[in-house]
């Protein structure tokens, strides 16, 4: 027995970097021998002996003993993935995946960002691995200040707060100089001085420009000027590759080049600032990337970033992409939004009327729609085309699944019209606050005979019907008004005359006034029941017959709700 722990508590400790687990130790051993069930005490207490015993151990002297211990189960095994919605992902490792997502902090991130960071988030959970969020801020020009706080709030929202690391890139501009430097000093690459329009005719005729062979000494000079002395759009450090490449975006690219646009961190301390490509690299690399996933709008990237890669001898991470996904009908740009936020024509990046994160988790949609949504069109190379109407059917759908069990329902009355319903039954009517699940409760709603229903319903009574007041009673239409027939739902269910079903209010001095503001800004102003008076900010309700809405604010004359959706 002791051998057998010793073995498997060595071989979980060298899988996971270290880090042991009892639970899954005792159900190898059980597996590998099973007679260790007969002394099931005994055994827990050996395995947590070793694993006390190894604690301190590096993960050398680890691999060493098993190596001793059993050669064979030493060894690196390649473990599948689950099976679940999503595609296995190339060459990983449940324990080792590593993704990312890397946003530029233009803005809060929209649904656009929601389908790519969800597809991200579900396979580092699939995989039990790490999700980074990696903020790219070395474009001085085109950032928004409050997009940090936004961006790592949503990029939280959509993880369920699985996120391993945050990384903003404009405070690791050291390590990218340092590689720079490293670069130019083995002559893989090169300060160029040239004029653009010169450089890209000669580039793309597969021609060397005069920078490119010049000295090392020479270009270490210039690297150091770059900081100093040359201005902005007179030097860029370039990388040396093929130059007659089939592809001329391959041919010798820009790693760095001067910026003087003032940063909102750095200020004017820094200068010069890293092109996408290179910082990425860099950045994947040093963080252990394993698979990266994107759009393959970014397939010129990868290659890219795996010739940096390739030049300091770095095995480049597995680049899976997706097709593209054209969203039609929606405003989607961080930069238009923003500068519409400054003319006051939104409130804000949770205005409603947008399809920004902020706005759709104000409004209660559930992370879990947006997972579901990506998991549909999943790791795809076939571009596609998703209209705004097909969208939100699609997420609503989801939506609605996740929140339905949940939500209670309520009455509410746009446009309350008075009825007094002759002979009706004096009572205290109990519904239920959810129809499938009777341990939410009920609410409570007294009436005399005189009760409120909505306008558009008073136009649709017609006469010699059988209509229904939810819950309550039948009535019919007569002459001289609406008058009580019964109590009991079969009489509806089973007539030959049936009208409308009709949800209502009591005729009470306790309803409280109900705004809802809709999806175009516009607000409805009604009455609800008094019950709704219990519900906490934040939690979403189902206003019979019309709609699902959050409840938004409690303020001191009436109650603030969101729409949602149907």
């Not at 988030?121 to 980074?132: E, V």
């Not at 093929?242 to 003032?262: Q, V, Y």
């Not at 049936?498 to 005729?507: A, F």
Request: proline share 4%; net charge positive.
């Amino acid at each position: 027995m002791k051998e057998t722990v010793r073995k498997f508590v060595l071989k979980n400790a060298l899988d996971f970097k270290g880090s042991v687990n009892p639970k899954a130790i005792l159900g190898l051993i059980l597996r590998s021998s099973p007679e260790f069930k007969k002394d099931f005490q005994k055994l827990n207490k050996e395995i947590e002996s070793c694993i006390a015993d190894i604690k301190d151990k590096d993960l050398k002297d680890i691999k060493n003993e098993l190596d001793k211990l059993d050669p064979e189960l030493s060894k690196e095994k390649k473990i599948e993935a689950p099976k679940g919605l999503l595609k296995p992902l190339r060459n990983a490792e449940i324990g080792k995946v590593v993704v990312r997502i890397a946003p530029s902090p233009s803005g809060a991130l929209h649904i656009g960002h929601a389908y790519g960071s969800s597809l991200n988030a579900l396979y580092a959970k699939m995989y039990n691995g790490k999700f980074i969020l990696r903020i790219e801020d070395t474009n001085p020009e085109n950032i928004y200040a409050g997009a940090y706080k936004l961006i790592e709030e949503d990029a939280r929202w959509l993880t369920g707060n699985k996120i391993s690391q945050i990384v903003v890139q404009s405070e690791r501009l050291e390590k990218y100089y340092k590689h720079a430097k490293t670069l130019v000093d083995q002559e893989k690459a090169y300060i160029c001085t040239c004029d653009v329009d010169m450089w890209r005719e000669m580039k793309n005729n597969g021609e060397a420009c005069l920078c490119r062979n010049l000295s090392t000494k020479e270009h270490q000079e210039r690297y150091q000027k770059m900081f100093k002395e040359y201005a902005e759009g007179e030097a860029i450090l370039r990388l040396k590759t093929d130059i007659k490449h089939k592809n001329p975006a391959m041919r010798d690219f820009g790693l760095m080049r001067i910026n003087e646009h003032i940063h909102p961190r750095t200020k004017k301390a820094s200068r010069v600032w890293p092109l996408m490509v290179f910082s990425v690299a860099i950045d994947d690399h040093e963080l252990g990337l394993t698979h990266v996933l994107n759009g393959k709008d970014q397939t010129d990237n990868a290659r890219k970033e795996t010739l940096i890669m390739e030049c300091f001898g770095w095995t480049p991470p597995e680049y899976q992409h997706w097709g593209f996904i054209n969203f039609i009908g929606f405003k989607l740009s961080s930069s238009n939004t923003r500068l519409a936020i400054e003319q006051n024509e939104y409130t804000g990046w949770n205005d409603i009327r947008l399809p920004f994160l902020p706005a759709l988790r104000k409004r209660g949609y559930q992370v879990g729609a947006f997972h579901k949504f990506a998991s549909e069109i999943g790791l795809s190379l076939n571009d596609k085309t998703v209209k705004i109407e097909e969208f939100w059917k699609m997420v609503d759908a989801f939506n609605k699944d996740i929140i339905e069990p949940t939500s209670n329902r309520y009455f509410f009355l746009e446009e309350p019209i008075k009825i007094t319903i002759k002979n009706a039954p004096e009572k205290e009517v109990k519904i239920d606050l959810h129809p499938e699940f009777k341990d939410h409760g009920a609410r409570s709603l007294p009436v005399k005979g005189k009760v409120l229903i909505d306008k558009k319903d008073h136009k649709d009574l017609v006469e010699k019907r059988l209509h229904r007041l939810m819950d309550y009673c039948n009535i019919e239409v007569k002459g001289e008004g609406e008058t009580f027939l019964s109590e009991d739902y079969e009489d509806y269910k089973n007539s030959e005359q049936k009208g409308k079903i009709i949800h209502w209010l009591p005729d009470s001095d306790d309803l409280v006034d109900v705004e809802i503001v809709m999806t175009d800004n516009s607000r409805l102003q009604g009455k609800g029941e008094a019950d709704l008076k219990k519900v906490k900010e934040g939690d979403i309700v189902q206003f019979e017959r019309f709609a699902f809405a959050r409840l938004d604010k409690k303020e001191k004359d009436k109650l603030v709700f969101w729409y949602l959706h149907k």
